[in-house]
């Protein structure tokens, strides 16, 4: 992988998108991480910062146009050029179809879907000008197969997989590649919260996974690097199921 490209990663602070930002910086690239939790997100910067990689970091709702494109210009003053984006924030809860408010529905999708179109319409002009560029965005399980008390999210990330689809298409003459991972269980604070709140039984998933375990954010970051690359050049419009089995 060519270590110089920009890298933006959303979701950066903590689980899958932090594992993500580790894996660019770590392999020289310079790193923007976006998230909402400003705080803890400069903690893990700095601790990546200390090990020589270059990152940036900006407090960030992506479902916020104007906060996308305030972090973008500072991204392009410090870092460059944006070469690869990984939309990963992104937001999950349980709630029962006939329970869910309008309000609960609106704010999984902005978030999960609309943020994802801020994040990369708001970089595909640079990879335009390069006539380069790499979109991996950071779907779900759920999306392919739907989740139980998940009807805004299974909505959601099904929605980032058919732009994934439309976007492989529509840009692929400017050099764009455009692929999307859906992974399914992944040990993040997400899940063991919502494992300590009973929300689902942990065990009971498991035994659904033929590699009986949950993936670790790093496999996950291990295929956006591959997607990210020079070897992926004539991959494009793929669901790249990193899910352990669980989802064929």
């Known amino acids: 992988m060519n270590r110089n490209r920009v890298v933006v990663v959303t979701g950066a602070a903590a689980g899958i998108g932090l594992g993500i930002a580790k ?4 392999d020289g690239n310079p790193t923007a991480m976006l998230d909402i939790q400003g705080d803890l997100l400069e903690w893990e910067a700095q601790t990546l910062r200390a090990a020589g990689a270059k990152a940036l970091t900006r407090a960030v709702d992506g479902a916020n146009r104007r906060q996308i494109d305030e972090a973008y210009a500072a ?3 410090e870092l460059g050029p944006i070469s690869i984006v990984i939309p990963n924030a992104g ?5 029962p179809f006939l329970s869910m408010t309008v309000e609960a529905w609106q704010r999984v999708i902005d978030v999960n879907l609309t943020g ?14 390069a006539n ?13 197969s739907g989740g139980p008390m998940q009807a805004h999210y299974s909505a959601s990330k099904g929605g980032v997989i058919g732009m994934t689809k439309a976007l492989a298409r529509e840009l ?4 764009i590649t455009v692929n999307t991972v859906p992974p ?3 040990e993040t604070p997400q899940m063991h919260r919502s494992t300590e709140a009973g929300e689902f039984p942990l065990e009971m998933v498991v035994q659904m996974i ?7 954010p790093a496999e996950i970051a291990s295929a956006c690097a591959f997607l990210a690359s020079d070897e992926a050049a004539y991959i494009t419009g793929q669901v790249l199921g990193v899910n352990g089995g669980m989802y064929m």
Not at 91 to 95: H, P, T, V
Request: proline share 8%; aromatic share 8%.
């Open 210 to 216: 033929p590699i009986s375990r949950p993936g670790q």
């Open 132 to 144: 380069w560029g790499r979109i991996v965005t950071i779907s779900s399980q759920a999306g392919q």
């Open 116 to 129: 994802v179109f801020h994040t990369i319409q708001a970089a595909v002009p640079d990879m335009i000008a």
């Open 91 to 95: 937001m999950a809860n349980f709630i």
């Open 75 to 77: 991204i392009r003053q």
């Open 184 to 186: 399914s269980l992944v």
């Open 23 to 26: 894996r660019f910086a770590e």
């Open 172 to 175: 692929a003459p400017h050099g």
